[in-house]
């Protein structure tokens, strides 16, 4: 999941036709509900090509992506324009409370991961914009990679946040929902590796699969994962709890209701210690 999937319902048309800068735009800027305003997105995978393919995904890889290969001196210029347009009134008064890597991919694939980190946080604050948070989001596949612990250490004394993504309590449900190669431990025993460095975001994401929500033993096993991780030194500050918003990438997949959501949250909220952030 993106910022893209996240913005305020009642600006979706207009603020997302405007968040894009022409075919191949590597920067969208949305209105959103986790950072409580304007976040500007940085998408390192305009191929659209992703190691996950969670069923629930709402990036359409039917059309291939503008640009093939992610250009960090593009993503530059492009970053400096959108900056200087939203100080210049494009977005009106909204002030930008975060920058955001992610898009339509793993952030956590770059080779040079490091590198964009630091640009990005350079012009950032180049703008004057220090006080926004920077934000990696990931799907952990890649926090082992030596060039995204540098990347992720220069953040940390940035003003940056890590949100890692965690759908599944279970082996089978990771693997129905995920639909990856990557295996489950691997997520798992990164985002723990990753947490005993620095407080982290979960984001997850629930829904109904062929008309059913998880069950909960399938949320309590989730939990369990999630005290696994505090108990053995992992720092969590919130659970980002959500639901699909738009087209999902298998029409069989469906938004929870604010009733399940309500009862996901309950059971998730009587079974770990962690906050937990409803986003309906």
């Not at 599944?168 to 431990?185: C, L, S």
């Not at 909960?216 to 696994?228: F, G, Q, W």
Request: proline letters at 4%; a negative charge.
């Amino acid at each position: 999941m993106d910022e893209r999937d996240d913005r305020q319902p009642e600006l979706t048309t207009t603020l997302h036709d405007r968040s894009y800068y022409g075919e191949g735009s590597l920067i969208y800027p949305v209105l959103s509900r986790r950072v409580s305003g304007l976040s500007v997105g940085i998408n390192t995978s305009p191929s659209k090509i992703c190691n996950f393919g969670c069923i629930y995904c709402e990036v359409d890889r039917t059309v291939e992506g503008g640009i093939m290969k992610f250009n960090a001196d593009l993503a530059d210029t492009q970053l400096r324009k959108v900056l200087t347009d939203i100080k210049g009134g494009s977005m009106g008064d909204q002030p930008i409370k975060a920058i955001t890597l992610s898009g339509d991919g793993e952030p956590s694939s770059l080779l040079n991961f490091e590198e964009v980190v630091k640009r990005a946080i350079a012009i950032r604050d180049e703008f004057g914009l220090s006080d926004a948070k920077f934000v990696v989001i990931s799907n952990a596949s890649g926090l082992h990679r030596d060039t995204v612990k540098k990347g992720l250490r220069f953040m940390d004394e940035h003003n940056g946040e890590l949100w890692a993504k965690l759908d599944a309590g279970t082996e089978d449900y990771y693997k129905r929902i995920a639909q990856t190669r990557v295996p489950f431990n691997k997520v798992l025993t990164n985002i723990l590796t990753t947490a005993k460095e620095r407080p982290i975001k979960i984001q997850s994401c629930f829904m109904n699969v062929h008309g059913e929500m998880p069950g909960e033993d399938e949320l309590k096993a989730y939990a369990d994962r999630v005290n696994h991780i505090i108990e053995n030194g992992g720092q969590i500050s919130a659970i980002q709890l959500y639901t699909v918003s738009r087209p999902p990438a298998e029409s069989y997949v469906t938004a929870l209701t604010e009733t399940q959501m309500d009862k996901v949250a309950q059971v998730l909220q009587g079974s770990t210690f962690v906050p937990i952030e409803v986003y309906k």
